[in-house]
T-cell receptor, first 114, second 112 residues
Framework: NAGVTQTPKFQVLKTGQSMTLQCAQD?????MSWYRQDPGMGLRLIHY???????DQGEVPNGYNVSRSTTEDFPLRLLSAAPSQTSVYFC?????????????FGPGTRLTVT | GENVEQHPSTLSVQEGDSAVIKCTYS??????FPWYKQELGKRPQLIID?????GEKKDQRIAVTLNKTAKHFSLHITETQPEDSAVYFC???????????FGTGTKLQVIP
């Protein structure tokens, strides 16, 4: 199993550009999430999905869109990049285990917006 | 929503000593408390977790305790080694399956 994979590893965007961060998992997990990590702020939830076709907002959703057309893939779209979106982005997946959900993280995408 | 506070933000210990990191949470409905270790430039990795029906859990040199009444939980690392140096995050899950809230992290340095 590859686990959770993310592409690209690094990306530089200019303000106003759009792009999609890719996330895929091969563990047949129902649940997937996107987090951003900024210095001194831990990880903050952007969007999450509880299954194909079902998504919801997390703590910091503004400026980002998601969709979940398959169980395996959960792309994150930046509509019009802003310098405030400079961050490291992590995708995570999990499955139900008796009501608890251990999350497995991808390797991350480091995004810089100039 | 849930609020998780984590202390200290940095911690230096001598190799072989113990390290303790403490977290408090606000939502009494939270029932799952994982701890993650993140090495520089790497992804967070789960090292131990505790569920709300348990007061303590141990895995070799790592232990976690939970006090539901006081709404706090702690990570204890004994006999620290240089490879324990990393950033550690606590988290709490409450208010629905994916509402996992993370603490702000503790940078642990183990001095040889």
């Amino acid at each position: 199993n590859a686990g959770v994979t993310q592409t690209p590893k690094f990306q530089v965007l200019k303000t106003g550009q759009s792009m999609t961060l890719q996330c895929a998992q091969d563990m047949n997990h129902e649940y997937m999430s996107w987090y951003r990590q900024d210095p001194g702020m831990g990880l903050r939830l952007i969007h999450y999905s509880v299954g194909a076709g079902i998504t919801d907002q997390g703590e910091v959703p503004n400026g980002y869109n998601v969709s979940r057309s398959t169980t395996e893939d959960f792309p994150l779209r930046l509509l019009s990049a802003a310098p405030s979106q400079t961050s490291v982005y992590f995708c995570a997946s999990s499955n139900r285990d008796g009501g608890y959900y251990e999350q497995y993280f991808g390797p991350g995408t480091r995004l810089t917006v100039t | 929503g849930e609020n998780v506070e984590q202390h200290p933000s940095t911690l230096s210990v001598q190799e072989g000593d113990s390290a303790v990191i403490k977290c408090t949470y606000s939502d009494s409905a939270s029932n799952y408390f994982p701890w993650y270790k993140q090495e520089l430039g790497k992804r967070p990795q789960l090292i131990i977790d505790i569920r709300s029906n348990v007061g303590e859990k141990k895995d070799q040199r790592i232990a976690v305790t939970l006090n539901k009444t006081a709404k706090h939980f702690s990570l204890h690392i004994t006999e620290t080694q240089p490879e324990d140096s990393a950033v550690y995050f606590c988290a709490a899950r409450g208010g629905g399956y994916q509402k996992v809230t993370f603490g702000t992290g503790t940078k642990l340095q183990v001095i040889p």
